[in-house]
């Protein structure tokens, strides 16, 4: 006996041809998302199990080292590096379940400042950034660590960019060139719609805003 179609299979089917392909291209973007929050969920369990284990090893070299020695100086900095990691990857996860991180208030222009401080003491080549700010800064609804991650993840999309532009006005942040469209950007995208603000793109640039 032949199986009853998909109800959303069955809805673009009876539309006519002009009007389904244009649904069929608005649902790309949205399935495209989809798998690739089913991947990045994937790989950030993979990475997460070893990395855990390699921080409990690294806390045993620390008890075993003696305080204020130049070991131990480096072993810290190993462990702050795993940290870091563990944030980005929960980032992920949350984005991949969907979750909504802690609700609060958060300084777009802090969390600016604080993404671009991250940036520059990474790893890889320099990015070239005009930073511009109003003189009144402004509070959007967000926990300041997701803030931060959706601000760090536009602005390493953007990396490919000889001189970068970023300028906060009130409770919106422009971002030009726009950046590459990359998992980082469809992550950055979810924890800003998950807080009640909205990402633009347009040709010249990319626009995170709250109302």
């Excluded at 949205?30 to 993979?46: F, M, S």
């Excluded at 980032?91 to 802690?102: E, I, M, P, Q, T």
């Excluded at 422009?174 to 590459?180: E, Q, T």
Aim: proline share 6%; glycine share 6%.
């Amino acid at each position: 006996m032949p199986q009853p179609l998909d109800p959303l299979l069955s809805t673009l089917l009876a539309l006519p041809d002009d009007r389904r392909a244009a649904v069929e291209r608005e649902l790309i973007p949205v399935a495209r998302a989809a798998a690739l929050g089913e991947v990045a969920a994937d790989v950030a369990h993979d990475v997460a199990n070893p990395l855990f284990g390699a921080i409990g090893l690294v806390d045993l070299l620390l008890e075993d080292s003696e305080p204020d020695s130049d070991e131990a100086a480096r072993l810290q900095m190993v462990k702050d590096t795993m940290l870091e990691m563990k944030d980005t990857l929960q980032v992920v996860l949350d984005f991949a379940r969907g979750a909504r991180s802690n609700a609060g208030q958060a300084s777009l222009d802090e969390a600016v400042r604080a993404a671009i401080e991250l940036l520059r003491h990474g790893r890889g080549r320099a990015l070239a950034i005009e930073e511009r700010y109003e003189a009144e800064p402004a509070t959007v609804p967000c926990s300041p660590g997701a803030l931060v991650q959706a601000v760090l993840q536009l602005l390493l999309a953007s990396r490919e960019a000889p001189q970068l532009l970023v300028e906060v006005s009130g409770a919106s942040l422009r971002v030009s060139p726009a950046p590459a469209e990359t998992l980082g950007t469809v992550v950055a995208a979810r924890i800003v719609a998950d807080h009640g603000g909205r990402c633009e793109r347009d040709a010249d640039g990319l626009t995170v805003s709250w109302d």
